[in-house]
Each structure stands twice: as structure tokens, then as C-alpha cells.
């Protein structure tokens, strides 16, 4: 089993940057795809972006494309979403999620099989 515990959430400007930390319990982190989700207030949660289990490859929303980085530490058990040039529209709560097998439908938050408790982003125009 695997527990994730995200941080590094706030209020920023238009145009800063944040970085999101998801940490990860358990000794079997560096098998599992991890993916970032975010959820605005009355909207459903959307797919960010997704990062394979060794690093090798990362896909993004075409929402965030170019503004946000995903990376992982496997020695740390711990993955990252760089966020740079955030928009207001970006405001949300930011999860992430774990999937063992992880499809070429990674952009379904079923694919994933355990989620931490999120973090909230605020971006102010």
C-alpha cells in the first residue's frame, strides 16, 4: 500500500510559481506511475499531468503545458509539480495519485489507485 502526502500549496500572484511536494510512503513508490489531478470549486477533477515510474517520460494537460514540470526522486520517494507562470485559472485543489499499471488512459483518475488529501493552490490576478 501506498500513502501520499502533498504540500508546498498557497496563495500566489498571477505569474509566480510554486512547487508541489508529494511524498510518499512505502517501499514499493519507485514501481508506480504517479499522476497530479486538480479540482476547482464546482468543476470535476481534471487530469495535469503524469510521470512514468522511472522518469523517463512526462505528459501534461495542454492547459499547463510549457508552465508546469513534473519530476520525481525515486531515493526520496517523493514527485514534484513545478508550476511557473500560473494563471488564476489554475486556483484548485492539487492531488496526486499513484497507479501501478498506468495505461495509455492515464489521463482517467482511475487509472490511479491511491490519492493523497491534496493541497490547495490560490493564484490571485
Known amino acids: 500500500q501506498v500513502q501520499l502526502v502533498e504540500s508546498g500549496g498557497g496563495l500566489v500572484q498571477a505569474g509566480g510559481s510554486l512547487r508541489l511536494s508529494c511524498a510518499a510512503s512505502?517501499?514499493?513508490?519507485?514501481?508506480?506511475?504517479m499522476g497530479w489531478f486538480r479540482q476547482a470549486p464546482g468543476k470535476e477533477r481534471e487530469f495535469v499531468g503524469a510521470i512514468t515510474w522511472s522518469g523517463g517520460n512526462t505528459v501534461y494537460a495542454d492547459s499547463v503545458k510549457g508552465r508546469f514540470t513534473i519530476s520525481r526522486d525515486n531515493a526520496k520517494n517523493t514527485v514534484y509539480l513545478q508550476m511557473n507562470s500560473l494563471k488564476p485559472e489554475d486556483t484548485a485543489v492539487y492531488y496526486c495519485?499513484?497507479?501501478?499499471?498506468?495505461?495509455?488512459?492515464?489521463?482517467?483518475?482511475?487509472?490511479?489507485?491511491?490519492w493523497g488529501q491534496g493541497t490547495q493552490v490560490s493564484v490571485s490576478s
Open positions: 495519485a499513484a497507479g501501478r499499471y498506468i495505461t495509455d488512459s492515464y489521463y482517467n483518475d482511475y487509472e490511479y489507485d491511491y
Open positions: 512505502g517501499r514499493t513508490f519507485s514501481t508506480y506511475g
